[in-house]
């Protein structure tokens, strides 16, 4: 029984930090601010991640949205 109690009280403290952290997690990606929170810590794990970084937000920077054609999508490109 004393070990079910710690068990639960385990569970009972470490689920709601866990859910916290999870649901961080995802607002982190969606706001794409990962890389500025993790950047120190990637660098030091990882040294190459930082030449990673820089590819990745230089593609991010190339892609530009597409101009709209006016038209419907089923008329097809402009003449």
Known sequence: MRDLVMLLAVVAVFGPVLVVLWRMAGWVRRRGV????????????????????????????????????????EDGPPA
């Open 34 to 73: 990962g890389g500025a929170v993790v950047g120190p810590a990637e660098e030091i794990w990882h040294p190459n991640a930082r030449e990673y970084r820089f590819v990745i937000e230089a593609q991010d920077e190339r892609m530009a949205p597409r101009p709209e054609t006016g038209g419907r999508p």
